[in-house]
């Protein structure tokens, strides 16, 4: 079996999808549930798809019933051009699914009563998988964006901040209209526990991408940023200062004037592999 043919094996149903499929066939509703199997799975194919492409890590499919989750073992250290590939390559695969299914209609291969709600479930899965809410592919577009100008840690903060804010002001609208739509629960539900999940993880995340800056597995560190700190600042604290795609080294400060400085391959393995978890960023000057 192929690498691309081996995602097949990875794909996972979320538990909600079966609840979903179990209420389409109750209600009469299975052929509507099967053209929005056949998106999501296009849509999450492109993701997982292209990153395989770009030899990304990916530890699963998951399918939702309103999207799904290509969850990968990379954290913010591969290039801007993979990065932004990976996001849109899921939202791309709308484009020709409508223009395919315009053309079968046009010459009469599939009925108006089955392009209609084809063409509305396209639209609405594109839209909604747009908004700018962690982990929507929206959600993972501002998270690339504002990492471009601020540390990684920052970068979450500020993307989880905005994508709770939003979210509030999304479902109070999505409520309002449509307060008994079952499916907009359990988006809501979903999306909640998410960004929960993600903010309690935040810092696991962000272990795992100084981790992989440790170990090399960087490929987008194009740009200089020098970090001056103080020779008594923490380690901790100078790593919290990394940003993807910069190169960092730093510069130490001791009453004023610069005392030396260190490259952050010597700062990460002090951490890491040297176990400095409480030193000064200062000592360091003495062991290498």
């Not at 993972?140 to 709770?164: D, M, N, P, W």
Request: hydrophobic share 50%; proline share 3%.
């Amino acid at each position: 079996m192929s690498e691309y043919g081996k995602l097949l094996l990875k794909i996972r149903v979320h538990p909600t999808l079966w609840f979903v499929i179990g209420v389409a066939i109750l209600t009469a509703h299975f052929v509507e549930m099967l053209m929005l199997l056949l998106i999501v799975f296009i849509h999450e194919m492109g993701h997982a798809i292209c990153a395989q492409h770009f030899k990304w890590r990916i530890k699963s499919i998951q399918l939702l019933p309103f999207g799904g989750a290509v969850e990968t073992e990379e954290y913010g250290n591969k290039s801007l051009k993979e990065d932004l590939a990976v996001v849109l390559a899921g939202p791309l695969q709308h484009v020709w699914l409508i223009g395919a299914a315009f053309l079968l209609y046009f010459f009469s291969f599939i009925s108006y009563e089955l392009y209609q709600p084809f063409l509305y479930m396209n639209l609405m899965l594109l839209a909604f998988n747009l908004l700018p809410i962690w982990p929507l592919d929206g959600g993972r577009l501002l998270f690339i964006g504002v990492s471009l100008y601020c540390t990684f840690l920052e970068a979450q903060k500020h993307t989880l901040h905005f994508s709770a804010a939003f979210a509030v002001v999304a479902f109070l609208t999505w409520l309002i209209l449509d307060p008994l739509n079952l499916n907009i629960w359990l988006i809501i539900f979903f999306i909640s526990l998410s960004l929960v999940m993600e903010w309690r993880q935040r810092y696991y995340a962000f272990i795992r991408f100084l981790l992989q800056r440790h170990y090399g597995h960087t490929n987008d560190l194009a740009k200089l940023k020098p970090i001056l700190v103080d020779s008594q600042e923490p380690i901790y604290k100078v790593l919290e200062m990394f940003q993807r795609g910069c190169k960092h080294p730093v510069i130490i400060m001791k009453n004023g004037k610069e005392s030396g400085s260190l490259d952050e391959t010597e700062i990460l393995h002090a951490y890491f592999s040297e176990k400095m978890t409480n030193g000064k960023i200062g000592d360091l000057l003495y062991s290498y």
